[in-house]
C-alpha cells in the first residue's frame, strides 16, 4: 500500500549505455512531461516474476519542456530484485507505466555555499543539481566517487560544465572519498547533498553529527543499497495475523507481506520515510538494518525495523504491523 500516484503511459523513445552497467533511457509520456526541478524522481512499473512491482528512478538533468522526455539512469546490479533485469530487458519502443515527478529531495537555493556528494549511480539526482547550481552562478563543488571512471556515468560532462569545481574519487586508482574529511571541511552555512550506498551515508552522518552541524543542513537520498550481510530466505511470523510469511533472497520484506496479503504502508520504499516500520516482537540472527530511518541506538535495540530494506541475516523474525486496516467508515 503506497500513497496515490498519478500515472501515465510512456513509451521508451531511446536507451543509450551511458557508462558500464549503466543505461540512459529515454521516456515519452502520452500526456507530456511534468515541470520538475533537480533531485526529481518518477516512480516506474516493472514486471518481476510476471508481476507488477514498483522502483524509483531519479530524473537525469534539469527540466527542458522542449523535448518532452523524462531520462532516468539505470544500473544493472547483479544483486537485483529484478527491477534493472527488468529495465535491461526493454528495448525502444516499449511501453512503461511511470507516475508524474516528485521531489523529496529538493536543492534550497540562496546558501553561500554547496557540496554534492556522489558515490556510484547515486550521481543520477545529483547531476542536474550540478547543472542547476552551474546555471545560478551558485558557489559549489561536487565530489563524485566510484569504483573505476568506466563506470562512472556523465563524467566528461561533468567535466567540461564543472572545471574545477568537479573532484573524481576512483577506487581502482587508489583514491577514496573519505566523508569524515569531507564533512571536517564543511564551512559554516553549506548545506551537503548526498546521494549514494548506505555505507556512505552512514559515515557522513555519523561525522555530521560528530561535529554538530545543524541536522537541516544535510540533505541525502539513499537507493537500494546492499546491507552488512548477503540477502538470503527468512521467515516472517505474524501472530495477530496467524501467518507465516517466506521472504526470499530476492524480494523485500515488504514485497512478501504484500504478496502474502499483509497490509504494510510505505512510500519511498528505499529506507527513508520510516512509514513501512514493522514492529519486531523477537528475532533470530541478525537484523540487517538497511535504512537512513532510524537512529544507530534505534537500531542496536531491533525493536522496530522497516520492512522495505531491512533484513533478517541467519534467522528468522516475529513481527506485528503497524498498519491495522480502515478503523473508521464515512
Ligand atoms: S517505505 Fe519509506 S522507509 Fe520503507
Given at each position: 500500500m503506497r500513497f496515490k500516484n498519478v500515472w501515465t503511459q510512456a513509451r521508451i523513445v531511446k536507451i543509450t549505455d551511458?557508462?558500464?552497467n549503466v543505461r540512459l533511457f529515454e521516456l515519452e509520456p502520452e500526456t507530456g512531461i511534468q515541470p520538475y526541478s533537480a533531485g526529481a524522481h518518477i516512480d516506474v512499473t516493472v514486471l518481476i516474476n510476471g508481476l507488477p512491482e514498483i522502483r524509483s528512478y531519479s530524473l537525469v538533468g534539469t527540466y527542458a519542456p522542449v523535448g518532452g522526455r523524462y531520462y532516468i539512469g539505470v544500473k544493472r546490479l547483479p544483486?537485483?530484485?529484478?527491477g534493472s533485469t527488468y529495465m535491461w530487458s526493454l528495448v525502444p519502443g516499449a511501453r512503461l507505466t511511470i507516475s508524474q515527478p516528485k521531489n523529496q529531495f529538493q536543492l534550497t537555493f540562496g546558501r553561500p555555499y554547496y557540496t554534492l556528494l556522489a558515490g556510484g549511480i547515486g550521481i543520477t539526482p545529483i547531476y542536474g543539481m550540478a547543472l542547476e547550481l552551474a546555471q545560478k552562478g551558485a558557489d559549489f563543488r561536487l565530489l563524485y566517487a566510484g569504483s573505476s571512471r568506466c563506470e562512472m556515468p556523465f563524467l566528461d560532462d561533468l567535466g567540461a560544465n564543472l572545471g574545477q569545481r568537479l573532484s573524481v574519487f576512483t577506487s581502482d586508482e587508489g583514491r577514496r572519498v573519505n566523508v569524515t574529511e569531507v564533512v571536517s571541511s564543511i564551512e559554516a552555512g553549506t548545506q551537503l547533498y548526498v546521494c549514494g550506498p548506505l555505507s556512505m551515508l552512514d559515515g557522513v552522518r555519523h561525522a555530521w553529527q560528530a561535529r554538530g552541524l545543524?541536522?537541516?543542513d544535510l540533505r541525502y537520498e539513499s537507493f537500494a543499497a546492499s546491507g552488512q550481510f548477503a540477502a538470503t530466505e527468512f521467515q516472517v511470523t505474524i501472530p495477530r495475523l496467524g501467518k507465516k510469511v517466506k521472504v526470499g533472497a530476492n524480494q523485500t520484506m515488504l514485497d512478501a507481506l504484500a504478496l502474502a496479503g499483509v497490509d504494510v504502508m510505505s512510500d519511498c520504499?528505499?529506507?527513508?520515510?520510516?512509514?513501512?516500520v514493522v514492529d519486531v516482537l523477537a528475532h533470530s540472527g541478525v537484523v540487517d538494518h538497511r535504512d537512513v530511518f532510524f537512529s544507530d541506538q534505534q537500531k542496536a535495540e531491533n525493536?522496530?525495523?522497516?520492512?522495505?530494506v531491512s533484513r533478517i541475516a541467519s534467522g528468522d523474525v516475529v513481527i506485528d504491523t503497524a498498519y491495522r486496516g480502515a478503523s473508521f467508515t464515512q
Open positions: 551511458v557508462a558500464a544483486a537485483s530484485r529484478g545543524p541536522v537541516g520504499q528505499i529506507g527513508e520515510c520510516g512509514l513501512c525493536k522496530k525495523m522497516c520492512a522495505c
